[in-house]
């Protein structure tokens, strides 16, 4: 028996003063059967921190050749591919290929922590690429965010992001490994 997606619905409300952009979203996420809730959450920050009226969510993991998220103009060009974890070279340069700009969240700790050793010197040349670290404890604590039915409320000032819904309030705590010059 094939295990199916679970479907979360999340009411986003963005001030994202870095950016003067505010919006609100209704988003469906579909977490795939072999995704974290945590995942699943470093999807919506990676939104949240992107967000634009044409940003969406791909088919994800059920797809090889398509970004978590992506950003396309009217003529179906990708403006802005968005990755997570912690992809090979060969997946980071093809998204360079394809997309005017490339940007990867990584996540999950100690195994970032020595992925990101391993790959910046080869990713140095991809001058469309940024790379954040999302916090381990971050994570756990937007797990705690994570319902089927989700209200929240994003704040972006001063480089920051406060994720909150109706009794708690995140801190979201990204750190960029490599920015394009």
């Known amino acids: ?13 963005i001030s994202d003063m870095d950016r003067g952009y505010y ?3 209704n988003l469906t996420l579909a977490q795939h059967p072999s995704e974290t809730v945590e995942r ?5 920050v990676a939104f949240v921190l ?8 791909t088919r994800g993991l059920s797809a ?12 179906d060009e990708i403006e802005l591919w968005i990755e997570l974890g912690e992809p090979d ?39 469309k690429l940024s790379v954040y670290r999302i916090s381990t404890a971050t994570q756990a604590e937007l797990a705690e965010l994570c ?15 406060w994720l909150a819904d109706e009794s708690r309030n995140v801190l979201v705590e990204v750190e960029a490994l490599k920015v394009p010059h």
């Open 1 to 13: 028996m094939a295990l199916t997606a679970t479907i979360y619905k999340a009411g986003l409300s």
């Open 23 to 25: 919006a609100s979203h």
């Open 40 to 44: 699943l959450m470093v999807r919506l």
């Open 50 to 57: 992107n967000a634009s009226e044409t940003l969406s969510f």
């Open 64 to 75: 090889d050749d398509e970004a978590e998220l992506w950003q396309k103009n009217y003529s």
């Open 89 to 127: 070279e060969k997946r980071l340069k093809k998204a360079c290929s394809r997309a005017d700009k490339v940007v990867l969240y990584t996540y999950g700790g100690r195994s970032s922590e020595v992925w990101w050793p391993q790959i910046e010197n080869k990713l140095a040349k991809l001058d």
């Open 147 to 161: 319902q089927r039915g989700m209200q929240l409320t994003a704040t972006v000032q001063d480089g920051q992001l």
